[in-house]
Nanobody, 122 residues
């Protein structure tokens, strides 16, 4: 059973930064793909960023490339999502999820955290 726990959401002004954290077990980080997704009200859940545990590679949605960075903190068994230059359109509930494959589809991710709210004011 894979357990994922997100933290770090909050309210920030446009242009500001937040760091989200997704904590899980070391075997999960080593062997799975951890993805960050987000869902705004009345919108579909969309892919944000992914970290491939077997080789450390990362991949991003075009909308966040250059502003967000996903990285692993080995000391804390945590995947962080550093979000800079935030925009009001980044407002959403952010979820981390685990998958056996690198995908941008939420259907490929079988385990999910509970989500953390991010709100960006203009």
């Amino acid at each position: 059973q894979v357990h994922l726990a997100e933290s770090g959401g909050g309210l920030v002004q446009a242009g500001g930064s937040l760091r989200l954290s997704c904590t899980t077990s070391e075997p999960t980080l080593n062997n799975r793909v951890i993805g960050w997704f987000r869902q705004a009200p009345d919108k579909e859940r969309e892919f944000v960023a992914g970290h491939i545990g077997t080789n450390g590679a990362t991949y991003y949605a075009e909308s966040v490339t250059g502003r967000f960075r996903i990285f692993r903190d080995n000391t804390k068994n945590t995947i962080h999502l550093q979000m800079d230059h935030l925009k009001p359109e980044d407002t959403a509930i952010y979820y981390c999820a685990a998958s056996a494959v690198a995908s941008r589809s939420h259907g490929a991710f079988g385990e999910w955290g509970q989500g953390t709210q991010v709100a960006v004011s203009s």
